[in-house]
């Protein structure tokens, strides 16, 4: 539990995290490391281990009971991205935009009659959900987008029209939070947050991204071809999506930061026991400063990632009630720690030599794996600018 008093704020692992952290770990070391290759190369979603991931209460961690999820808090998130990554990046990446992009702003910004239609399902693994923010022609630039949603005579309904890229897992979702424009000449001011519900005419699955990793996790493009969507599915204030975008995204990075972390952790166990067991010269090859030099290196970042997570967990647990900001703690997590998964997975295949380029072994599907996490859910030059304007005191 995550304990607050009036001056401070603490971060424990209680005995319920524990018993969490381990249960996701052995399911993910027994359900998912057996098929993570598998669905990496056939690029197929793996619907059963994301709907057991729901029995176990993991798509809506952060959601409180009855609302359909399970009730904990951002550290119970933190640990279960972390042990999830540790089996496979792609089961992670579902897992994340279902509970920090799409559970995380129907929650913060819902309203009752939201949260009962919307939240549930998805927070307890009936359904999928999604978050569509970027466009062909914006990416980092978040707040210029082509698509639009205008508003019949009888205001009953926004009729919406555009195209939206790089939805992770757009081709299966049931519901998508999606950001378009319905007053353009506002700017950002004139995006508004809306739930898209798949099943509903003009909504049209696009093409799937072949990728290079995170195979597993379906991306596509999703089209609106005059999709008629309900006022009542409008998320929040009319003109307050890029707002709703940017605070959600700031618990989507905690999400990838943890993941990046996970990752990072799979790739140096691995190389532990390869610089153990993998001889050279007469000697295991950990007995090579060479060698040295990179385990040290990659566990120190390793550990740094961790304490730069656990700062995001604390200053987000800190907004819950104070209701400030936790944007820098986020982005210097997500920033770092995808680094860091960078690193460590690079120098993981380096320590295997030839068997780190063989798919026999995980360790070329981590280093694909690892670089998404230095672009989506804002770049790491995105994350750098983010840091510096709020340490300079600039927009
Ligand atoms: N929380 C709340 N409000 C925020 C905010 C935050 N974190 N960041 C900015 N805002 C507010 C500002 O206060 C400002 O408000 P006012 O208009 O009232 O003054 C408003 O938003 C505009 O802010 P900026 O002037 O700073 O906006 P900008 O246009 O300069 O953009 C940016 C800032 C940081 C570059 C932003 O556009 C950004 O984060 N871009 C990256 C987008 C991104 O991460 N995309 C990934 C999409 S999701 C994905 O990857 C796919 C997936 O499925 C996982």
Redesign the pocket.
């Known amino acids: 539990m995550v304990v607050a008093s009036e001056q401070e704020l603490t971060l424990r692992l209680t005995d319920e995290h524990k018993l969490l952290r381990d249960a996701v770990r052995d399911f993910a070391q027994n359900e998912i490391v057996p098929i993570a290759a598998e669905f990496d190369e056939s690029g197929e979603f793996p619907l059963d281990t994301i709907r057991k991931m729901g029995a176990m209460g993991l798509m809506g961690i952060e959601v409180p009971e009855e609302y359909g999820g399970a009730g904990m808090d951002a550290l119970a998130y933190v640990l279960t991205m972390i042990e999830v990554a540790r089996a496979d990046a792609s089961h992670s990446t579902i897992v994340s ?1 279902n509970n920090s ?1 799409y559970c995380h702003a129907l929650m913060k910004f819902g309203t009752e009659e939201q949260k009962q239609r919307f939240l549930k399902p998805v927070a307890s693994g009936e359904k999928i959900g ?2 569509s ?2 466009e062909p022609m914006s ?5 210029t987008m082509a698509s639009r949603a205008v508003l019949n005579t009888a205001r009953t309904h926004y009729v919406i029209n555009g195209r939206k890229s ?3 897992s757009g081709p299966v979702a049931d519901l998508i939070l999606l950001f378009t424009m319905t007053e353009p000449e506002k700017k ?2 004139g995006i508004t947050a809306f739930v898209i519900e798949a099943d509903r005419t003009g909504f049209i699955r696009g093409k799937k991204e072949p990728k290079m990793g995170i195979r597993a996790s379906a991306t596509s493009e999703l089209v609106f071809d005059n999709y008629e969507c309900p006022v009542e599915n409008v998320l929040g204030e009319v003109g307050a999506g ?2 709703i975008a ?2 959600v ?2 618990a ?1 990075r905690i999400g990838i930061a943890s993941q990046a972390l996970g990752l990072a952790e799979a790739a140096y166990e691995a190389s532990l026991n390869y610089a153990r067991e993998r001889e050279a010269f007469g000697e295991p090859i950990g007995q090579f400063q060479m060698i040295q030099a990179k385990i040290a290196d990659m566990k120190t970042r390793i550990e740094a990632s961790r304490l730069l997570i656990y700062n995001a967990v604390l200053a987000k647990e800190r907004g819950k009630i104070s209701g400030e ?1 936790y ?1 820098l703690e986020a982005s210097m997590a997500k920033l770092f720690a995808s680094e860091t998964a960078m690193f460590v997975t690079h120098q993981a295949v380096q320590i295997h030599g030839g068997m780190g380029y063989s798919k026999e072994l995980p360790v070329e599907r981590y280093f694909r794996d690892a670089k998404i996490t230095e672009i ?3 770049t790491s030059e ?1 994350q750098r ?2 840091i510096a ?1 709020s340490e300079l005191g600039l ?1």
């Not at 990416?139 to 707040?143: C, E, N, Q, Y």
């Open positions: 935009v992009l999604a978050y923010l970027t990416g980092s630039d978040a707040g790089w939805v992770t950002h001011k890029f707002k940017m605070t995204l700031d989507g900001r944007t989506y859910e804002g995105i600018i983010v304007r927009r």
